[in-house]
């Protein structure tokens, strides 16, 4: 059994800043990718930014210089720093993790939390 929670999230102005936690626990052997999706109203679920156990990140362009992931691979966590934050970053921020559950596993399995609100107000 694997759970990922997300901390975080709110409202805020323009140009405002939040930070979104996400810690994953339970039968964990290893973990590939964990970052962040989000879905606003009436649109499809999209990658916002992602890191790589080996460090590599990957941001979607209309977040980059703004949007900061962190992971700490010890505690199974990843944190996105949003900065400079903009009307059209409101949507449903999911945290996403590609966890390998057992030394004997073969595959990876894609696990998310449940999801949490961001609102930026202009």
């Known amino acids: 059994q694997v759970h990922v929670v997300e901390s975080g999230g709110g409202l805020v102005q323009a140009g405002g800043s939040l930070r979104l936690s996400c810690a994953a626990s339970g039968s964990i052997f290893s973990i590939n990718g964990m970052g962040w999706y989000r879905q606003a109203p009436g649109k499809q679920r999209e990658l916002v930014a992602i890191m790589l156990s080996d460090g590599r990140t990957n941001y979607v362009d209309s977040v980059k210089g703004r949007f900061t992931v962190s992971r700490d691979n010890a505690k199974n966590t990843v944190t996105l720093q949003m900065n400079s934050l903009k009307p059209e970053d409101t949507a449903v921020y999911y945290c996403?993790?590609?966890?390998?559950?057992?030394?004997?596993?073969?595959?990876?399995?894609?696990?998310w939390g449940q999801g949490t609100q961001v609102t930026v107000s202009s």
């Open positions: 996403y993790a590609a966890i390998r559950t057992s030394s004997s596993a073969t595959n990876m399995y894609q696990y």
